[in-house]
C-alpha cells in the first residue's frame, strides 16, 4: 500500500475521533474518552506531518513538469534547483511518518514513579544509588521534568539504601522507561584501603503512574497507621503524627496469590496530602504488577532487551577506570562517564529509541 493511501485512511480515522470524543456519552466514561483523546493528539501528530509531505510531493512533481517540459534555460535551472531542495526531503518525511504510525506505548505519556535501590556491594552499592539520583535529577533540569521525593532510606556512609520519587512532565514514561533494570558500577569504593577495583550494582524501576480509574481498590480493606515523622524540620515533624504507612492485601488475578503491599510516606508535614500520596503509589504498584503481562507479551514478540521492562537484567555499565559507559542492550559505548553523571544522558536514551524503533518497523508492514 502506498504511504498515501495510508494517510488518507488516518484522515478517515481522525474524523471518526473528533466526533467521538464531543460525544457526552463518551465524555461520561472517563476511560474511553482519556483513551480516545490520547488517540486524537497521536493522529494529530501524524497528520501535521502528512499534510507537509503532500505539499512536498505536490511542489516536486510540478518542479518536475516544469523541468521537463519547459524548454527556457532559466526556467529549467529554477526548475532543477528547486527539485534538488525538495527531493531529500521525501524519504526523510516518509520515514518520520512510518515512524508515528507505529503504534504508540499506552504508557508513554504517563508521569512515573522511579524507585532506586542498593544492590550487592554494602556501602558501595548505596553510595553508587544516590550518584544515580543524583545523574537522574540533573537529567531532569535539562527536560523541564518535576520530580518529588516520596520515601528515601539512607546509605550507612552515604548514598541511599532506597530511594522512591514521582517525576511529572511531558511524555515522561516514553522517555525514562530504557532505565529499568540493573546498573553495575566497577570503581574503587572510597572505603577501600589498597586500591582495588570493586564492582557494585544498584537496581532501577521506572512504573508509569496509574490513573484512579484504571486500578480497582477496595479502600475500606486498607489499614493505615501513624506516626511522627524523623530528620529535620523543627517541631512540628516530631510532634504531629503526619507521616503514614498503609496495608493492603492485593489478589494476584491471574493466580489467586494474594499479597501484602506496605507504602510509607513521610513525604509532607499534612497526613490528609501523604495519604493522597500513599494512594497513588498504591496505584501505581498495584497497576504495575496488572501490567506486567501486558510487558512479557510485548518482551515475547520481539525478542528485544530494549524495552522488556525486565528489571532483573543487567542492563548498563559505569566503569569509572576507564571512563566508560556501556549499554549492553545495544552495544553502545561512550568514554563521558563523567558528563553522563552529571545528567547528560540523552545519548543513549536517543540510540535506545532508535533501536527499539528499527526493531518495531521490522515487525510492522510499513
Known amino acids: 500500500m502506498d504511504i498515501l493511501d495510508k494517510i488518507d485512511g488516518l484522515e478517515a480515522k481522525f474524523h471518526e475521533v473528533s466526533l467521538f470524543i464531543t460525544d457526552p456519552q463518551v465524555i461520561a466514561d472517563q476511560q474511553r474518552y482519556v483513551r480516545l483523546n490520547r488517540e486524537y493528539h497521536e493522529l494529530e501528530r501524524v497528520l501535521e506531518v502528512a499534510r507537509q509531505y503532500k505539499k512536498i510531493r505536490l511542489d516536486l512533481d510540478q518542479a518536475k513538469q516544469l523541468f521537463y517540459n519547459e524548454s527556457d534555460p532559466e526556467l529549467k535551472a529554477m526548475a532543477r534547483e528547486e527539485m534538488d531542495s525538495l527531493e531529500p526531503q521525501v524519504p526523510r518525511l516518509e520515514e518520520e511518518i512510518k515512524l508515528l504510525m507505529l503504534p504508540q506505548d499506552p504508557e508513554d505519556g504517563k508521569n512515573v514513579v522511579m524507585e532506586i535501590r542498593g544492590g550487592t556491594g554494602g556501602d558501595e552499592a548505596a553510595l553508587f544509588a544516590g550518584d544515580l539520583f543524583r545523574m537522574y535529577t540533573k537529567y531532569f533540569e535539562t527536560k523541564g521534568f518535576k520530580y518529588s521525593v516520596s520515601s528515601f532510606s539512607e546509605g550507612a556512609v552515604g548514598g541511599y539504601k532506597e530511594i522512591i520519587f514521582n517525576v511529572t512532565g511531558q511524555q515522561v514514561y516514553g522517555t525514562l522507561k530504557y532505565e529499568s533494570g540493573v546498573h553495575r558500577v566497577q570503581r574503587i569504593p572510597v572505603t577501600e584501603t589498597q586500591g582495588r577495583v570493586h564492582t557494585s550494582a544498584a537496581t532501577v524501576a521506572v512504573l508509569p503512574e496509574a490513573d484512579e480509574f484504571e486500578v480497582h481498590i477496595n479502600e475500606g480493606e486498607i489499614r493505615w497507621d501513624y506516626f511522627r515523622s524523623g530528620g529535620a524540620g523543627g517541631q512540628n515533624v516530631n510532634k504531629v503524627e503526619s507521616g503514614v504507612r498503609l496495608r493492603y492485601n492485593w489478589r494476584n488475578p491471574n493466580t489467586g496469590e494474594v ?30 504488577k496488572e501490567h ?59 540510540a535506545l529509541t532508535v533501536a527499539e524503533n528499527a526493531e518495531r518497523l521490522k515487525e510492522s508492514e510499513l
Open 292 to 350: 506486567q503481562k501486558y510487558i512479557d507479551d510485548i518482551a515475547a514478540r520481539r525478542k528485544t532487551m530494549v524495552s522488556t521492562g525486565d528489571r532483573s537484567a543487567k542492563i548498563r555499565t559505569y566503569n569509572y577506570p576507564q571512563g566508560r559507559i556501556t549499554d549492553h542492550r545495544i552495544g553502545y559505548t561512550v568514554y563521558n562517564l563523567a558528563a553522563f553523571m552529571d545528567g547528560d544522558i540523552q545519548g543513549v536514551i536517543d
Open 259 to 288: 499479597q501484602e503491599i506496605l507504602i510509607e510516606c513521610t513525604e509532607t508535614r499534612d497526613q490528609p496530602k501523604n495519604k493522597e500520596r500513599a494512594l497513588a503509589r498504591l496505584r501505581t504498584q498495584i497497576y504495575d
